[in-house]
T-cell receptor, first 110, second 112 residues
Framework: DTAVSQTPKYLVTQMGNDKSIKCEQNLGHDTMYWYKQDSKKFLKIMFSYNNKELIINETVPNRFSPKSPDKAHLNLHINSLELGDSAVYFCASSWGGEQYFGPGTRLTVT | DAKTTQPPSMDCAEGRAANLPCNHS???????VYWYRQIHSQGPQYIIH???NNETNEMASLIITEDRKSSTLILPHATLRDTAVYYCIVESSGAGSYQLTFGKGTKLSVIP
């Protein structure tokens, strides 16, 4: 069974579009995260939710809006996509300090 | 910014021990040292963590110096599948969330 899953795995879209990436974890963890890994392979935290409450919101444009309908899900919605949004987005969940990452969603904005 | 310093790359012969160093001279008393790795194109994978004492699990051993300013991750018998980027992270926590700040990591190449 997949612990942390993301859909879609690949997403190709045009500038200006709105898209969503879904994340689900079946580990029973209270905390979930979104990370962005750019073309230079730097991995940076974007958001953190604990029990459906936003805890960390790094300097991310307002076009990015996380939504947590329940503890097992943390979706990422992106409005008005820009070329610079092209990256791999990883979802993660944690119990204590150990974080478990999903397989990533490669977003390409053309 | 990451609170750790790691060499950008290392090579290790297959079957030998891989020793990956990490400096974290500004670590606070309640901060843990975590190690993760990322195999090409996959999500990062948790390896091990520690506070003061040395730790060992089925994947690796973590040796932390007495002053906690540096640590070493040891993969006792490296295999080709251990080729990955290894990240040493000093973890800061608060409000039920743990913020991992990833640096550039060490690219470990295990050579046949």
């Amino acid at each position: 069974d997949t612990a942390v899953s993301q859909t879609p795995k690949y997403l190709v879209t045009q500038m200006g579009n709105d898209k969503s990436i879904k994340c689900e974890q079946n580990l029973g963890h209270d905390t979930m995260y979104w990370y962005k890994q750019d073309s230079k392979k730097f991995l940076k935290i974007m958001f953190s939710y604990n029990n459906k409450e936003l805890i960390i919101n790094e300097t991310v444009p307002n076009r990015f809006s996380p939504k947590s309908p329940d503890k097992a899900h943390l979706n990422l919605h992106i409005n008005s996509l820009e070329l610079g949004d092209s990256a791999v987005y990883f979802c993660a969940s944690s119990w204590g300090g150990e974080q478990y990452f999903g397989p990533g969603t490669r977003l390409t904005v053309t | 910014d990451a609170k750790t310093t790691q060499p950008p790359s290392m090579d290790c012969a297959e079957g030998r021990a891989a020793n990956l160093p990490c400096n974290h001279s500004t670590i606070s008393g309640n901060e843990y040292v975590y190690w993760y790795r990322q195999i090409h194109s996959q999500g990062p994978q948790y390896i091990i963590h520690g506070l003061k004492n040395n730790e060992t699990n089925e994947m690796a051993s973590l040796i932390i110096t007495e002053d906690r300013k540096s640590s070493t991750l040891i993969l006792p018998h490296a295999t080709l599948r251990d080729t990955a980027v290894y990240y040493c992270i000093v973890e800061s926590s608060g409000a039920g969330s743990y913020q991992l700040t990833f640096g550039k990591g060490t690219k470990l190449s295990v050579i046949p």
